[in-house]
């Protein structure tokens, strides 16, 4: 997606130009802590200007590197602990900027498995004037960790859905307490997890927010942690179909070499991956031998089986889409091993199985896709395309998606 583009849709939106309104002494802030929400308990502090400074990340977390925070502009900081259920220890965080509030609210989301609060995230929004919230969606963890959910419902609850809309209402709350009126327009900024939190939204509370930003949405959870362990089956479940990484490197330069020039620009980037098609056995070494340029017999079947979709090997149908051909390099997360990603074996580990044990090897994609699509029933799966209620209200949905993810 172009900047260009980009930046036409936030205006068009009104998410640029902040308007500068009246600054808000300390004791405006002082008073949010005893604010009344149900469920809800409140603190609140003023920071000013370049005086905030990130708590540690967890282990797996997204660093809060202090240069991201540099030259923020004063703000009330309220932090909150909702309970909305007995399991329920959901943590966030609303912004308020003291001065040039542009009347808008921001949420912004997680990645993985979430466990933390994206406050890079966080200190971008209130550089633009907006008033911003955030949650770690019930749980402390790194973003690969999905043991929260181990015979915890309320907290698979709050993760999937509950935590994002419960933070949105009480922010609304916090905003009003704060300015004297509520904002006038609210967005909602998220990719992966927060393209999945986005859509959730949409879908489930309508009037939540009026524009969503929404890159990469893992919405298709069940399938898309499915398609994950596919590609650990194609490379790591035989040591002999292993590709070691620099192998990545070989089997992209042939596809960049053979297919570069189909958009007229030789610039080593496919504008469009799906007219390359280029099969890995072009690359394949002589027999009886290896090197890191070549691809062995079975290197080539797993890469064609990364290629292609993930299939349920009774029916044939498709499970979720393979990987395009360019996007070689970034495989080592999925098929570079040792293991497969954690965001994927947990989800079958700790929510499919309730199985700490389970192996990843086992994975029936006949009858284990369908006991995983069985067992969500639409609660982390953001599928339903009926966003009627959303549209109608004048909502806008901007989503994007790399060829490389």
């Given amino acids: 997606m172009g900047l260009k583009l980009l930046a036409g849709f936030l205006t068009l939106l009104g998410l640029a130009a902040p308007l500068h309104g009246q600054s808000l002494d300390a004791s405006a802030c002082e008073k949010l802590a005893s604010l009344k929400i149900e469920h809800v308990s409140l603190a609140s502090r003023s920071v000013g200007a370049g005086e905030f400074s990130p708590p540690a990340s967890p282990a797996g977390g997204v660093p809060n590197a202090p240069q991201a925070f540099a030259n923020l502009p004063a703000m009330c900081r309220v932090t909150a602990t909702l309970k909305p259920s007995s399991d ?53 963890g790194g973003m690969g960790d999905g043991t929260f959910a181990f015979n915890h419902p309320e907290k698979l609850t709050d993760f999937a859905w509950r935590a994002v809309h419960e933070m949105t209402v009480t922010a609304k709350a916090v905003i009003e307490a704060y300015y004297g009126n509520g904002p006038r327009l609210s967005y909602w900024n998220g990719c992966s997890t927060g393209g999945r939190q986005g859509l959730k939204e949409a879908q489930r509370y309508p009037s939540d927010y009026d524009g969503i930003l929404d890159g990469a949405p893992a919405n298709y959870m069940t399938h898309l942690s499915s398609h994950s362990l596919w590609v650990a089956h194609a490379t790591l479940k035989d040591p002999a179909s292993y590709i070691p990484k620099e192998k990545f490197a070989a089997l992209h330069k042939a596809v960049i070499d053979a297919c570069d020039g189909l958009d007229a620009v030789k610039d080593g980037v496919l504008e469009n991956p799906r007219q390359c098609k280029v099969d890995p056995k072009s690359i394949e070494c002589p027999a009886g031998t290896d090197a890191s340029t070549c691809l062995t017999p079975p290197q080539v079947e797993a890469a064609r089986k990364i290629y292609g979709p993930a299939r349920n090997p009774r029916t044939g149908a498709e499970i979720f889409p393979g990987l395009e051909r360019g996007s070689e390099m970034g495989w080592g997360a999925l098929a570079g091993g040792p293991a497969p990603l954690s965001i994927s074996t947990d989800h079958f580990k700790y929510i499919v199985f309730k199985d700490p044990q389970w192996d990843y090897r086992t994975l029936d994609f006949d009858k284990d896709v369908a006991k995983a699509d069985e067992i969500d029933s639409g609660l982390l799966n953001a599928t339903s395309p009926n966003l009627r209620a959303f549209f109608n209200r004048g909502g806008k949905i901007l989503m994007y998606h790399g060829w490389n993810d």
């Fill in 88 to 140: 329920s220890d959901i943590k966030m965080e609303v912004w308020l900027p003291v001065s040039g509030w542009n009347g808008k609210l921001q949420g912004v989301g997680n990645g993985g498995w979430a466990g933390s609060i994206f406050y890079f995230m966080m200190a971008n929004a209130l550089r633009g004037g907006y008033a911003v919230v955030a949650t770690d969606t019930g749980h402390a």
